[in-house]
């Protein structure tokens, strides 16, 4: 006879010693520095009444943000917790639950970042029918494409996972729930789970991916005909922060889920997983303030407020 799991046990960094508080400070600090910054990109773009500020560039801005502070909240107090305890539990359905939205926000993301790749094509390739293109209902469908594929996909693999019965052992190797370590402590048989998951990691990962690395290649390549080197320097300084949060995001993702030595250093994918769900969405909002003028001259007017 088999007793189904009702709670995981999330074993978190082991081995911490005395960097156990230090490192807790720093995550906590990293987390509320997250939400702040992101919440205050957020505000600062949708109240503000500078022109610039209301074109599609910042208004999509604006949500990659909102996606940030989801995929952090999700994560972290929970990595909070393992930290300070050295373990912790979580029910079944609460692991669940918490894999569902590091989906959401982990797609929809990726899928922002896709829409945005292709509006600075349209900004620097397209200039004169930019506007033509890239109007309201273009802007509103595609950020609502980008969150309804993000709220939408994760429900089919979750199905799946909810008809997986989990039997023992209820140990993840992780400081929360992700879907390779959840599915291996499935007693059931994994493989349409793991083909669907596979499926998404190509279509909505891979693909996303070589459309963004099109969309640069283009305007790489237009912005090298430019004649004006100031022309050049302002398209240029347009993109390098999409360019920088894409490189730095995409990068964690593939080695986690895509490399082929995936599984066999646990050390290695939680530190990945550190950076991708607690340290790229504090420097996101830093990357975009430090790089763009609009967004330093409207938090000088907001502060003086």
Same mark, same amino acid.
């Given at each position: 006879?088999?007793?189904?799991?009702?709670?995981?046990?999330?074993?978190?960094?082991?081995?911490?010693?005395?960097?156990?508080?230090?490192?807790?400070?720093?995550?906590?600090?990293?987390?509320?520095?997250?939400?702040?910054?992101?919440?205050?990109?957020?505000?600062?773009?949708?109240?503000?009444?500078?022109?610039?500020?209301?074109?599609?560039?910042?208004?999509?801005?604006?949500?990659?943000?909102?996606?940030?502070?989801?995929?952090?909240?999700?994560?972290?107090p929970n990595a909070l917790q393992v930290i300070l305890l050295g373990h912790t539990s979580i029910p079944i359905l609460g692991c669940i639950t918490q894999l569902y939205f590091f989906g959401v926000s982990t797609i929809s993301e990726c899928t922002l970042l896709t829409v945005m790749s292709y509006d600075r094509y349209l900004a620097i390739c397209r200039p004169l029918r930019y506007t033509s293109i890239m109007n309201d209902?273009?802007?509103?469908?595609?950020?609502?494409?980008?969150?309804?594929?993000?709220?939408?996909?994760?429900?089919?693999?979750?199905?799946?996972?909810?008809?997986?019965?989990?039997?023992?052992?209820?140990?993840?190797?992780?400081?929360?729930?992700?879907?390779?370590? *959840? #599915?291996? =402590?499935?007693?059931?048989?994994? @493989?349409?789970?793991? &083909?669907?998951? $596979? +499926?998404?990691?190509?279509?909505?990962? *891979? #693909?996303? =991916?070589?459309?963004?690395?099109? @969309?640069?290649?283009? &305007?790489?390549? $237009? +912005?090298?005909?430019?004649?004006?080197?100031?022309?050049?320097?302002?398209?240029?300084?347009?993109?390098?922060?999409?360019?920088?949060?894409?490189?730095?995001?995409?990068?964690?993702?593939?080695?986690?889920?895509?490399?082929?030595?995936?599984?066999?250093?646990?050390?290695?994918?939680?530190?990945?997983?550190?950076?991708?769900?607690?340290?790229?969405?504090?420097?996101?909002?830093?990357?975009?303030?430090?790089?763009?003028?609009?967004?330093?001259?409207?938090?000088?007017?907001?502060?003086?407020?």
């Amino acid at each position: 006879n088999q007793t189904k799991v009702e709670e995981f046990i999330l074993l978190g960094f082991q081995n911490l010693g005395p960097f156990r508080i230090p490192f807790f400070v720093l995550i906590a600090f990293l987390y509320i520095a997250t939400v702040a910054s992101n919440l205050s990109i957020f505000c600062l773009i949708t109240t503000s009444s500078s022109y610039k500020m209301k074109s599609p560039m910042y208004i999509f801005l604006s949500h990659l943000s909102l996606s940030d502070v989801l995929i952090s909240t999700n994560v972290a107090p929970n990595a909070l917790q393992v930290i300070l305890l050295g373990h912790t539990s979580i029910p079944i359905l609460g692991c669940i639950t918490q894999l569902y939205f590091f989906g959401v926000s982990t797609i929809s993301e990726c899928t922002l970042l896709t829409v945005m790749s292709y509006d600075r094509y349209l900004a620097i390739c397209r200039p004169l029918r930019y506007t033509s293109i890239m109007n309201d209902k273009l802007l509103n469908g595609l950020i609502i494409y980008s969150w309804s594929v993000g709220f939408l996909q994760p429900l089919i693999t979750h199905t799946l996972i909810l008809q997986l019965d989990f039997c023992g052992p209820n140990v993840i190797d992780h400081f929360f729930c992700d879907v390779a370590p *959840l #599915l291996e =402590l499935s007693c059931s048989d994994q @493989t349409l789970a793991k &083909i669907e998951v $596979s +499926i998404v990691a190509l279509f909505v990962g *891979l #693909l996303q =991916l070589l459309f963004i690395i099109i @969309t640069y290649i283009l &305007i790489f390549s $237009s +912005i090298f005909h430019m004649s004006s080197k100031s022309g050049k320097e302002k398209a240029l300084s347009t993109c390098s922060s999409h360019l920088a949060v894409v490189c730095t995001y995409y990068g964690t993702l593939i080695i986690l889920y895509l490399s082929p030595s995936r599984g066999y250093s646990f050390s290695l994918n939680k530190m990945l997983s550190l950076i991708n769900t607690v340290v790229t969405p504090f420097f996101n909002p830093i990357i975009y303030t430090l790089r763009n003028q609009e967004i330093r001259l409207a938090l000088k007017v907001f502060l003086r407020v």
